[in-house]
């Protein structure tokens, strides 16, 4: 069992910048791909990016590519994604999850093993 536990949302002005963290609990973090998804109000959940077991494999949704990036640092149990030039369609609960597939495949909802509880960023014109 994970538990996954994010933090770091908030509210910040398009072209601003944030930093998401998601901690997990448990000893065997860098078993699972890592990834986050988010939802927007009366939309499905989107891929967003994902980082393989050691950092060595990342995928991105191509609407972040080149703003957004998934570092992950095994000693701390912890993914990032720190989220550069922001736009006011990034506002969203963002998720973070976790799996056993490779990075590729975290893209789709059906490999996630584990959910963390959500953060919301809003994204301010």
């Known amino acids: 069992q994970v538990q996954l536990v994010e933090s770091g949302g908030g509210l910040v002005q398009a072209g601003g910048s944030l930093r998401l963290s998601c901690a997990a609990s448990?000893?065997?973090?860098?078993?699972?791909?890592m990834c986050w998804f988010r939802q927007a109000p009366a939309t499905e959940c989107e891929f967003v990016a994902a980082?393989?077991?050691?950092?060595?494999?990342?995928s991105y949704a191509d609407s972040v590519k080149g703003r957004f990036t998934i570092p992950r640092e095994n000693a701390k149990n912890t993914v990032y994604m720190q989220m550069n030039s922001l736009k006011t369609g990034d506002t969203a609960v963002y998720y973070c999850?976790?799996?056993?597939?490779?990075?590729?495949?975290?893209?789709?909802?059906?490999?996630?093993?584990?959910w963390g509880q959500g953060t919301q960023v809003t994204v301010s014109s």
């Open positions: 448990g000893r065997t973090f860098s078993v699972y791909s």
């Open positions: 980082i393989s077991r050691y950092g060595s494999t990342t």
């Open positions: 999850a976790a799996g056993t597939t490779g990075a590729q495949g975290m893209g789709a909802p059906s490999n996630v093993l584990y």
